[in-house]
């Protein structure tokens, strides 16, 4: 059984970047950027989470979500503004 919720797990977040994969490359990439952005994955943790170790350990993890998404943000702005000085593979890196 165990196999089945690891195997969900994997198609869920797949699924996730497929459709921001797909919506960046053949509708729009401000649609993709809309769907990357948005707390999906985020929250699909913290089902995942809570339905296995309960309500303490979700606490603290939507805490440490919380205090990481600061450097996520200041890693996307950064990754914006290199991108227009270097070249995409090496934008990552200066971010």
Do not use: D, H
């Amino acid at each position: 059984m165990e196999y089945l919720q690891t195997l969900f797990r994997f198609i869920a977040g797949g699924s996730i970047i497929v459709g921001v994969t797909y919506l960046a490359q053949q509708v729009n990439p401000k649609y993709g950027g809309i769907l990357a952005a948005a707390p999906i994955i985020t929250t699909i943790a913290l089902l995942f989470t809570y339905n296995e170790v309960g309500r303490t350990a979700t606490q603290q993890l939507v805490l440490g979500t919380f205090f990481f998404a600061i450097p996520s943000v200041i890693f996307i702005i950064s990754l914006y503004l290199l991108t227009n000085r270097l070249c995409f593979l090496e934008s990552p890196g200066g971010a």
